[in-house]
């Protein structure tokens, strides 16, 4: 039992660059989310999706985009990578009555 | 709209000391609460939670939080602090429903642990 897999771990792009952060869950979770986290600002919501072929906007979504096309996988795409996306990338799950179960992260850095 | 405050971005405490991390929230509706503890290059792990329950709610590695409505506070605290307590700490409130555990978090506590 993995939980949250996330890959890669790291990744340097450079400006303009597309990348797809991929992040797989075996727990049969229905819900599933993207954060950012950036030095003293916590955690920010980026996009989450409530089931498969569901996805919806969350605090930061700007340069971001999602798909949920099976339950298991939530990859998130960089189509023009800015400086401004230097961050820490969080995918996590849940089901209805659990707490959300976090990956390992990715440190992705644009230069 | 939800919001997390924590007070203090850094604390430090000597081996032995209590441990108190504090934290205020705002919701439109009951909420949940939940502490999370974060590792040097890890994901974010659960250390406990609140979900209208006991106020007073007991985690992992010793710690324990209290709700407190009239405060609108749900600080965390640790007895006796260990070397392996050094670490981020995040406090963060869901109003859960359709969205499942859709969180907002404060800007974290980082906690420095001295011998």
């Known amino acids: 039992n993995a939980g949250v897999t996330q890959t890669p771990k790291f990744r340097i792009l450079k400006i303009g660059q597309s990348m797809t952060l991929q992040c797989a869950q075996d727990m049969n979770h229905n819900y599933m989310y993207w954060y950012r986290q950036d030095p003293g ?10 089931g498969a072929g569901i996805t919806d906007k969350g605090e930061v979504p700007n340069g971001y985009n999602v798909s949920r096309s099976t339950t298991e996988d939530f990859p998130l795409r ?4 800015a400086p401004s996306q230097t961050s820490v990338y969080f995918c996590a799950s849940c089901a209805v009555n659990t707490e959300a179960f976090f990956g390992q ?3 992705l850095t644009v230069v | 709209a939800q919001s997390v405050t924590q007070l203090g971005s850094h604390v430090s405490v000597s081996e032995g000391a209590l441990v108190l991390l504090r934290c205020n929230y705002s919701s439109s509706v009951p909420p949940y609460l939940f502490w999370y503890v974060q590792y040097p290059n890890q994901g974010l792990q659960l250390l406990l939670k609140y979900t209208s329950a006991a106020t007073l709610v007991k985690g992992i590695n010793g710690f324990e939080a209290e709700f407190k409505k009239s ?9 006796s602090a260990h070397m392996s307590d050094a670490a981020e700490y995040f406090c963060a409130v869901s109003e859960s429903g359709a969205a499942g555990n859709k969180l907002t978090f404060g800007g974290g506590t980082r906690v420095l642990v001295k011998p």
Not at chain 1, 78 to 81: M, Q, R, Y
Not at chain 2, 71 to 79: D, G, N
């Open chain 2, 71 to 79: 405060e609108t506070s749900f600080h965390l605290t640790k007895p």
């Open chain 1, 78 to 81: 960089l189509e023009l990578a």
């Open chain 1, 105 to 107: 992260g990715t440190r």
């Open chain 1, 41 to 50: 600002m916590g955690l920010k919501l980026i996009y989450y999706s409530v």
